[in-house]
Structures are given as structure tokens and as C-alpha cells.
């Protein structure tokens, strides 16, 4: 997957932010559980009430969400592509091994590059979907509003860190 794809803003939505912290420290605050539990979900929307990650591809990346007065909800997915410090990518659309996925939500496709930019880190998170319809569903869901958010708290945990 090191090949480029074509960003279709039919299709896909990107969030870029500089961050003020060294390459080194957004990988960390990217691949290890102990610090995606702390910023992948809106605090206010609920919690990572558990994380699993074998970042290599074909490894797993699992993520149990918890929300107030529901169950967990648990998201299942594969990394496709790892190039340390510089780019991540995961699918629900595949289970770990790259198994054929069995799912109930809108699968996407998510790809996050990193870049040294001086002393801090150019950070792009896309997200990726399969069609139109896909796409104007987590927009209008929250999908894409929740991200941002958990983009601002992954920034500003990563900031807590230096």
C-alpha cells in the first residue's frame, strides 16, 4: 500500500493538523493502547474501554467502545500498511490476517501520515469509504464531527507527553 491513492471528496474526508512535538511521540501516542484509550473517543461521548493493537500489517487493531447506559461497542480491524514514524494503515474492512470482515457499521478505510515539519509533526488523518452513500451517512451521523474532536485530544495528548 505504499502506493498513493487519489483523495475523492466524494468519497473521503481528511483532518490535518501541525503538531508541536517530534514524529517520534505522535507514533507513540498512535500505536500504543495505553495512549489511543486516552484520546480515540469524544470524553464527552464516552470512553475506550478497551484497546488491542499488533501494529505490523495484518496485525490487529481492536478497539471496544463505552458509552453511558449501553454496552460496549467493539470495532475490528486489520493494519494494511506500517512505515514507522511516517505512515498508518488500518480497514475494518478486514479482520486481522487480512480475514474477510463481518460488520454492522459503515466499514472505512482510515490512513494517517506523518510528517517532520522543523522541531513538530505535519499529522493528516483520512478516512476513506466505499461509496457516496457511506460517506454522507458518517457525515451526518457524527462520524466525522467525533473525529475532529478525537483529533484535538489526540493533539493535545500528544502536547501532554513532550
Same mark, same amino acid.
Given at each position: 500500500? +505504499? *502506493?498513493?491513492?487519489?483523495?475523492?471528496?466524494?468519497?473521503?474526508?481528511?483532518?490535518?493538523?501541525?503538531? =508541536?512535538?517530534?514524529?517520534?511521540? #505522535?507514533?507513540?501516542?498512535?500505536?500504543?493502547?495505553?495512549?489511543?484509550?486516552?484520546?480515540?473517543?469524544?470524553?464527552?461521548?464516552?470512553?475506550?474501554?478497551? /484497546?488491542?493493537? =499488533? !501494529?505490523?500489517?495484518? $496485525?490487529?487493531?481492536?478497539?471496544?467502545?463505552? &458509552?453511558?447506559?449501553?454496552?460496549? +461497542?467493539?470495532?475490528? $480491524?486489520?493494519?494494511?500498511? #506500517?512505515?514507522?514514524?511516517?505512515?498508518? !494503515?488500518?480497514?475494518?474492512?478486514? @479482520?486481522?490476517?487480512?480475514?474477510? /470482515?463481518? @460488520?454492522?457499521?459503515?466499514?472505512?478505510?482510515?490512513?494517517?501520515?506523518?510528517?517532520? #515539519? $522543523?522541531?513538530?509533526?505535519?499529522? !493528516?488523518?483520512?478516512?476513506?469509504?466505499?461509496?457516496?452513500?457511506?460517506?454522507?451517512?458518517?457525515?451526518?451521523?457524527?462520524?466525522?464531527?467525533?473525529?475532529?474532536?478525537? !483529533?484535538?485530544?489526540? &493533539?493535545?495528548? &500528544?502536547?501532554?507527553? *513532550?
Amino acid at each position: 500500500m +505504499s *502506493k498513493q491513492f487519489t483523495f475523492n471528496p466524494k468519497l473521503d474526508f481528511a483532518i490535518e493538523r501541525f503538531i =508541536d512535538a517530534p514524529t517520534r511521540l #505522535v507514533w507513540e501516542a498512535l500505536t500504543k493502547p495505553e495512549h489511543l484509550k486516552e484520546w480515540y473517543m469524544p470524553k464527552a461521548w464516552g470512553r475506550v474501554a478497551r /484497546a488491542e493493537m =499488533d !501494529v505490523r500489517p495484518g $496485525g490487529i487493531f481492536s478497539i471496544d467502545i463505552a &458509552v453511558e447506559n449501553g454496552p460496549d +461497542s467493539p470495532n475490528l $480491524g486489520c493494519f494494511l500498511d #506500517v512505515v514507522p514514524m511516517k505512515r498508518l !494503515v488500518w480497514t475494518s474492512m478486514l @479482520f486481522p490476517g487480512y480475514r474477510p /470482515a463481518v @460488520f454492522d457499521d459503515i466499514p472505512i478505510t482510515a490512513i494517517v501520515t506523518m510528517e517532520t #515539519v $522543523g522541531t513538530g509533526t505535519r499529522y !493528516v488523518f483520512t478516512a476513506l469509504h466505499r461509496n457516496e452513500a457511506d460517506f454522507e451517512t458518517n457525515k451526518t451521523s457524527g462520524f466525522y464531527q467525533g473525529t475532529e474532536i478525537a !483529533v484535538d485530544q489526540f &493533539v493535545a495528548h &500528544v502536547i501532554a507527553m *513532550k
